[in-house]
């Protein structure tokens, strides 16, 4: 490293690398920020793919095109973290009928346990490089930031037909994060051996062979084309992004999953080679895989902040997280949860009632109209009057 900013291969860079594993990164690489590579994120949007997410489409410029990011951007230090529990832990992630809750999300929310990894990793670079260093911008799924095109660049892994980065050496459990400076650091080989196809777009599927398990087994045929995931079928989209109603035709394929959904990321033979993370960036939140649906359905605003206190799932709001336990109960077909089902057709939110009196009609059309008919007598809300309208 010399005064300039400048970090060329040796060994400067690889004490920041040393550094940086040192702090619980996982997998810590570099990659040059010339080149933009929103090519996919443009047709992506173009085709409507991000669903509500307008703060996605607000961005793009900025997320294909570091430059806008921080001006003056030479490099991305490209960060992951292994979140895979190991087998043991996995294993009693869900039993039959258990609620099913995305793998990342059972641990105090990563935004703010892996943040604490930035800003430590933020002073070892101003540590190593003085003031040519300062001036730098961090992410972890925070900033407009294509992470996983970063990370193909960098060599962290390969872009999976799935969408996902996916490392050989841990599958697809890394979580990413990405740190923008202007000092030139000499970037890693990416796993490509050829030169960037189209407009600095990293190809879908370059370890994937003819394997197309992930598009086959995705409950609602969200992936459309190798690499390219439809937000608006997506099952993570719609329990957790989605703030409204959850679109029928979707309900049947969630399944079990009650918040985000791991179906296209577990089914990929590269995680054979996974191993247990070193979680010194996480705190783990097991437990709560182990809360049955009964409870979930009975969560009142304060037990919902006691049990989610830090966790990712505070964001969603008890009424989304009820939402979304009402869909997983109506999939359930499990009669003894009628009495909180019918409990939850009179609650204040219209959105939870629409969601109860679905389920109420998908676990016992016999018993529906009599079970619902109170609440339906009081109802006077028009979306909540449609499902007990709609066939299920
Ligand atoms: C929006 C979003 C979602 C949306 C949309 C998903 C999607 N397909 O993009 C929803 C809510 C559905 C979602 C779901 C999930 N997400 Co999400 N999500 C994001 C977010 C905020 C933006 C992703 C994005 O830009 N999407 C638009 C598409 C078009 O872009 P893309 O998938 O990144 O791929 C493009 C780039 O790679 C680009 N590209 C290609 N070459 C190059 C080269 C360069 C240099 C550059 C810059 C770009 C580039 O072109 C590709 C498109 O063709 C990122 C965080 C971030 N800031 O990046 C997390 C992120 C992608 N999600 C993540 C996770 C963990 C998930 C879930 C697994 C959560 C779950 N269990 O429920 C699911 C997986 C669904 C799936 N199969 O993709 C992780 C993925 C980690 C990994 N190893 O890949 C991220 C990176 C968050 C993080 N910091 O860890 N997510
Ligand atoms: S996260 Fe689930 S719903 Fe979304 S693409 Fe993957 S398998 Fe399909
Ligand atoms: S499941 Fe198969 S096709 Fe899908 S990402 Fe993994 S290797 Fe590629």
């Known amino acids: 490293m010399n005064p300039t900013g400048e970090v060329r291969a040796g060994e400067r860079r690889e004490e920041l690398r040393r550094r940086l594993l040192a702090i619980g990164f996982d997998e810590v690489r570099f990659a040059a920020a010339a080149d933009p590579g929103g090519g996919g994120l443009h047709d992506w949007l173009a085709a409507g793919m991000h669903a509500d997410m307008a703060w996605m489409e607000r961005t793009a410029a900025k997320r294909a095109d570091a430059d806008l990011v921080l001006p003056g951007a030479r490099s991305v230090i490209v960060l992951g973290v292994n979140y895979w529990p190991g087998a043991t832990a996995d294993a009693k992630r869900s039993t039959a009928n258990q609620p099913r809750w995305a793998r990342y999300v059972l641990h105090d929310d990563y935004h703010d346990t892996i943040k604490a990894g ?158 247990e993370g070193r979680r010194l960036l996480l705190a783990t939140r097991y437990e709560l895989a182990e809360l049955s649906l009964r409870e979930v359905l009975a969560l009142t605003p304060a037990r919902f902040a006691e049990v989610f206190r830090r966790t990712a799932v505070k964001r969603l709001k008890l009424t989304g997280l009820l939402r979304n336990a009402c869909v997983v109960a109506g999939n359930s077909g499990d009669e003894a949860l009628l009495p909180a089902l019918v409990k939850l057709a009179a609650h204040e939110s219209p959105l939870v009632r629409a969601h109860a009196v679905w389920a109420v009609r998908k676990i016992s059309p016999p018993k529906a109209d009599e079970l619902l008919r109170e609440t339906r007598a009081r109802e006077m809300d028009a979306s909540v009057l449609a499902e007990y309208a709609a066939t299920v």
Not at 125 to 146: K, M
Not at 169 to 180: D, T
């Open 118 to 275: 930035l800003v430590a990793a933020g002073k070892v670079l101003e540590s190593l490089c003085g003031a040519a260093a300062a001036d730098y911008r961090y992410y972890v799924d925070t900033g407009p930031v294509l992470e996983r095109g970063w990370a193909a660049r960098a060599g962290i892994g390969f872009l999976g037909k799935n969408g996902m980065l996916i490392s050989r050496q841990h599958g697809n459990w890394l979580f990413l994060a990405a740190i923008l400076t202007r000092l030139d650091i000499a970037p890693d080989a990416p796993l490509r051996k050829k030169p960037l196809p189209d407009g600095g777009r990293e190809p879908a599927g370059l370890l994937c062979g003819k394997c197309a398990r992930c598009a086959e087994a995705c409950p609602t045929q969200a992936i459309t084309a190798p690499g390219v995931v439809d937000a608006r079928r997506c099952i993570s989209y719609q329990t957790i992004e989605n703030k409204g109603a959850i679109p029928r035709e979707l309900r049947a394929g969630i399944g079990h999953g009650i918040y985000g959904c791991d179906v296209c990321l577990e089914v990929c033979p590269w995680n054979r080679f996974a191993r």
